[in-house]
Antibody, heavy 123, light 111 residues
Framework: EVQLVESGGNLAQPGGSLRLSCAASGFNFNTYSMNWVRQAPGKGLEWVSYISRRSTTIYYADSVKGRFTISRDNAKNSLYLQMNTLRDEDTAVYYC????????????????WGQGTMVTVSS | QSALTQPPSASGSPGQSVTISCTGTSSDVGGYNYVSWYQQHPGKAPKLMIYEVSKRPSGVPERFSGSKSGNTASLTVSGLQAEDEADYYCSSFAGSNNNYVFGTGTTVTVL
């Protein structure tokens, strides 16, 4: 079964850090780009970050640039998001999502999603 | 990068059709034939329903269809069923700043 399972969500203080993980199974992880997408309580979806198959191309939303770092370990079939200098507005459910397309970032659709992990930033 | 514009809500009776619009710019929706659509039920993860404007992943019913004209994409759900009641989001790549952008979301209600 193709599956993504996120972990690492927690309560953090403003200015603090958290590291999210996403474990992939049931497919060749190293042949797909990966993304983080978040959803604040009661709000819509917001794309956060993209990483290509071999980590050669990385993109960030302006709202997290300079604070968040995406990475992956293909040997461990895992995706990560290091979140630093957290703000109240980072409070959200964070989803990892597989990118599937014809080989360019623009062509990717998010075809497999995890169940999400909750990050709460509050003092 | 601003979110793509969708109507907040849409509704229809069982068996009827509903169409949701998704308006962007020439830098995102209008610039690529890679618009995708996602369905999200309350408390659940989003599910891919349409990719590359009009293609359906395996397992998605044929009554879901997509199209695009200029800077506006559309999702049509024909033959509405109770289980189609959900939030729907469009998405596109925005090449001007290498971002993906989602729509504001539309809540579909089956009357």
């Amino acid at each position: 079964e193709v599956q993504l399972v996120e972990s690492g969500g927690n309560l953090a203080q403003p200015g603090g850090s958290l590291r999210l993980s996403c474990a992939a199974s049931g497919f060749n992880f190293n042949t797909y780009s990966m993304n983080w997408v978040r959803q604040a309580p009661g709000k819509g979806l917001e794309w956060v970050s993209y990483i290509s198959r071999r980590s050669t191309t990385i993109y960030y939303a302006d709202s997290v640039k300079g604070r968040f770092t995406i990475s992956r370990d293909n040997a461990k079939n895992s995706l990560y998001l290091q979140m630093n200098t957290l703000r109240d507005e980072d409070t959200a459910v964070y989803y990892c999502a597989r990118g599937a397309g014809s080989g360019t970032p623009a062509s990717d659709a998010f075809d497999i999603w995890g169940q999400g992990t909750m990050v709460t930033v509050s003092s | 990068q601003s979110a793509l514009t969708q109507p907040p809500s849409a509704s229809g009776s069982p068996g009827q059709s509903v169409t949701i619009s998704c308006t962007g710019t020439s830098s995102d929706v209008g610039g690529y034939n890679y618009v995708s659509w996602y369905q999200q039920h309350p408390g659940k993860a989003p599910k891919l329903m349409i990719y590359e404007v009009s293609k359906r992943p395996s397992g998605v019913p044929e009554r879901f269809s997509g199209s695009k004209s200029g800077n506006t994409a559309s999702l049509t759900v024909s033959g509405l069923q109770a289980e189609d009641e959900a939030d729907y989001y469009c998405s596109s790549f925005a090449g001007s700043n290498n971002n993906y952008v989602f729509g504001t979301g539309t809540t579909v209600t089956v009357l």
